[in-house]
């Protein structure tokens, strides 16, 4: 079986949906290296009372400690929404190399504050509609309650 940018961001959207399940935003994050995923993640701000908890956040420090580096030099990450200005920082600290996005983030994604092109490779709107109705349908849910 060929592991595609679409396989993976089927396991990213999966985390997004234990978000989704825990009353948090349903951002799902993958690091992956040699097609195997080495760290996952989904936002958990709420349940640990931590901004920093973010989805790409706890999926970089699962990743560095699978593989006991600060650096994910041959990594990819998958997300299923733009991550914020943080969470892009702490990529480009890690050295990610790739970022394959589901969707963009037009209020609060890095690239409304990144104008500099990096050696980053973006690859965006990968299974854009499922990321994209995952968080539609979390925010309508949270204004209808």
Do not use: W
Request: aromatic share 8%; charged share 20%.
């Amino acid at each position: 079986m060929e592991l595609t940018q679409e396989f993976f961001m089927k396991k990213a959207i999966g985390q997004a949906e234990l978000a989704f399940a825990a009353d948090e935003v349903p951002i799902g994050a993958i690091v992956v290296a040699n097609n195997q995923i080495i760290g996952k993640g989904f936002n958990q701000v709420e349940k640990l009372n931590d901004p920093t908890a973010h989805a790409e956040m706890l999926a970089i420090t699962a990743a560095s400690s699978f593989l006991n580096s600060k650096y994910l030099k041959d990594c990819s990450i998958y997300v299923t929404v733009e991550p914020c200005l943080m969470c892009y920082g702490a990529i480009k600290n890690a050295r990610i190399k790739n970022i394959v996005l589901g969707c963009l983030e037009p209020n609060h994604g890095f690239s409304n504050f990144v104008t500099k092109s990096s050696n980053l490779e973006l690859n965006s709107c990968v299974l854009e509609e499922e990321s994209v109705q995952l968080m539609k349908t979390f925010f309508s849910r949270k204004r209808d309650s």
